[in-house]
């Protein structure tokens, strides 16, 4: 593939995106599901009145940007509500969160592109995040989850830009993946957990290293002509040594992290820096236990890659297409609703599920790395230098592990959102073994990659009235909740 083909690919995946994300963004003159919170909290950065909020302010402070920008936009002024304290346009308060949640297929897709070099799967790994409901959903409304992601991502790809790089060039990139991580700590503490990915990867380089020392060439390079890739890949980590990861990856998202929180401080002086994160931590505590008695959408960590349990952020219905879209009220009594208008917090289900089933067969292939030489050599051995899709492997498997182990060791009520940081190394995951069937010299295998790209597009276009929040017939909503958990 040739490097214009590629910008063009990208181009159409951000295309998709942003039509996907603004797409009737204003339709519902409301306030959908934590807008409720977040959408009055920008409102009260813009108007300087003291409020609690149980997660630190960065992606409140984004929606606040795109309200006060809206004041000068010539468009979205039609439709106005006074629920965020103020009148505005729902597009006011969402638009900025849809542009922010366009960009994430295209940083996946560079992601994806520095740790392969290869173009076919960068822009598979672009075009099925994408194809996910879940990410579209959280970009159309004043929701703060887009940004944890967003900059996590960013800071991911930075780093491994660095490892690209050369003395200032790399300093100023490993600055930046610095200041990312700090952002996406900012808008929720489970943001820390991209940085953590990057430590174990660094980690693991070095360990790796010190165990099979002994046995690499002085020169470092190969004799399986992969040499000129490994000076391009991964390989390249254990060039980062333990003083900039301490400066550029320690200290920097640190100072970033504080600094976020003067503004937020300065509005609401009740509480300093300590406190305030003490009585964030008291919060959640207090939330309870992770049971539908607690809220009827509670969902533990097990049941979100298989996605047992989405949620519904919008449901109303009405007698008639034509009549006005329902924005407030309880919905009408059973029965009497013949259209059905429902926004539901899903991934595309094919998506998630060949995800999960890609990352298990990277597992087995890291496993196997170990294990066949134990087998056959009765001892352990370590192979002096991995091979590209190897320390690929590693990179998916590690950072979706430590984006999902954690909440294990969580027992207040958590949702399915709280796995958008970790499904997008699914994504990545069905991404790279997608590629691998489509470059097989094997036609069935190739049939395979071709058949998985399809149904991810198909699935994308059928559940898409359940993103967008589409006028529904009983029968047409009822075939799109599979199962009685969707519900």
């Not at 950072?399 to 399915?416: E, H, K, Q």
């Not at 691998?436 to 036609?443: A, D, F, I, N």
């Amino acid at each position: 593939m040739t490097k214009n083909w590629y910008r063009i690919g990208l181009v159409g995946i951000f295309l998709l995106s942003l039509s996907l994300r603004f797409w009737g963004l204003d339709r519902f003159n409301t306030l959908v599901f934590d807008e409720i919170y977040y959408a009055k909290f920008g409102h009260n950065y813009l108007n300087h009145i003291p409020f609690f909020d149980g997660h630190p302010p960065l992606g409140k402070y984004m929606i606040a940007v795109g309200m006060w920008l809206s004041s000068y936009i010539p468009f979205w002024q039609e439709g106005v509500n006074g629920l965020t304290g103020a009148l505005r346009s729902p597009g006011s308060y969402r638009w900025v969160n849809a542009l922010s949640g366009s960009f994430i297929p295209l940083i996946i897709a560079n992601i994806a592109y520095q740790i392969s070099y290869r173009r076919s799967f960068a822009l598979l790994a672009g075009l099925f995040t994408a194809c996910d409901g879940l990410f579209i959903v959280e970009s159309r409304y004043a929701l703060i989850n887009i940004y944890i992601v967003i900059f996590g991502l960013l800071g991911q790809w930075l780093f491994l830009l660095a490892l690209d790089s050369q003395k200032q060039r790399r300093n100023l990139y490993l600055v930046l993946a610095g200041i990312a991580f700090g952002c996406s700590i900012a808008t929720k503490w489970n943001g820390l957990f991209y940085l953590v990915g990057i430590y174990l990867i660094w980690s693991i380089g070095w360990i790796w290293q010190f165990i099979t020392s002994k046995n690499q060439p002085k020169d470092n390079s190969t004799a399986d002509g992969e040499s000129v890739i490994h000076r391009k890949s991964l390989y390249k980590i254990t060039q980062i040594n333990i003083g900039q990861i301490l400066f550029f990856l320690g200290i920097i998202p640190t100072v970033i992290y504080s600094l976020i929180w003067i503004p937020h401080l300065q509005i609401n002086p009740k509480y300093g820096f300590i406190k305030v994160h003490q009585e964030i931590l008291g919060f959640h505590e207090r939330l309870g236990g992770n049971t539908a008695q607690v809220h009827p959408y509670c969902a533990a960590w097990y049941k979100w890659p298989l996605m047992i349990r989405p949620m519904a952020y919008y449901y109303q219905t009405a007698q008639r297409v034509n009549d006005p879209l329902p924005v407030l009220g309880p919905p009408l009594p059973s029965g009497a609703g013949k259209v059905i208008y429902d926004v539901h917090a899903m991934g595309n289900p094919f998506l998630w599920w060949f995800g999960v089933a890609a990352l298990l067969f990277l597992l087995g292939m890291l496993i196997a790395k170990v294990m066949i030489p134990l087998v056959k050599e009765k001892r352990l051995s370590l192979p002096a230098k991995l091979s590209v899709d190897t320390w690929i492997a590693l990179y998916i498997v590690w950072n979706y592990a430590v984006n999902l182990l954690p909440w294990t060791r969580v027992s207040r009520c958590v949702f399915i959102y709280h796995y958008m940081t970790g499904v997008v190394f699914a994504f990545l995951a069905i991404a790279w073994f997608v590629d691998q069937c489509l470059r097989s010299y094997y036609r069935p295998l190739r049939i395979v990659g071709v058949t998985i790209s399809f149904v991810i597009i198909a699935a994308l276009i059928f559940w898409l009235p359940v993103y967008l929040g589409l006028p529904l017939s009983p029968e047409g909503y009822k075939m799109r909740m599979w199962f009685k958990s969707w519900v």
